[in-house]
């Protein structure tokens, strides 16, 4: 259940690093204890972000990287609860290409230092620090 609840929100979103309310809000609605909770959030994570690299590798595979920016982002944002460490199992070929393609995006209006946090959050997912 508490995923049922925790996923969607993670996914597009309304979860971030910066926005724990709705997750403890969300926590206490099932009335699991901090601990309890953090744990199936870190489960939800680490499962989500293995199947969004499936799905990044799958759209590289077939020559369609255009469709790889918000998977990206969405595993950048995972990264951030974690300091990086998502677990993932990427080739070093395909690691860089994820990154650089991470790289080229338009961050306009963003400070730098956040950007610059963010790229080394997915080298660290990415196995590439």
């Known amino acids: 259940m508490f995923e049922t609840e925790v996923s969607p929100a993670l ?16 926590q206490e609605s099932f009335g699991l204890s901090p601990e309890d909770a953090e744990q199936a959030f870190l489960d939800i994570i680490l499962k989500r972000a ?5 799905r990044v590798k799958a759209e590289l595979i077939r020559g369609r990287e255009e469709n790889c920016t918000e998977i990206v982002q969405r595993l950048v944002r995972y990264a951030q609860f974690v300091n990086g460490d998502l ?16 790289e080229a995006m338009d ?3 963003e400070e730098a230092e956040a950007i610059e946090e963010r790229k080394n959050l997915l ?4 196995g590439l620090s």
């Not at 996914?11 to 969300?26: A, H, M, Q, R, Y």
């Not at 293995?50 to 499936?54: F, G, I, L, V």
């Open 87 to 102: 677990e993932l199992q990427v080739e070093e070929a395909t690691a860089w290409k994820i990154f650089n393609m991470y």
């Open 123 to 126: 080298k660290i997912a990415l």
């Open 11 to 26: 996914v597009n979103g309304d979860i971030t690093i910066e926005s724990g309310d709705k997750l403890t809000e969300i």
């Open 50 to 54: 293995q199947s969004a690299m499936s």
């Open 107 to 109: 961050f306009e209006g």
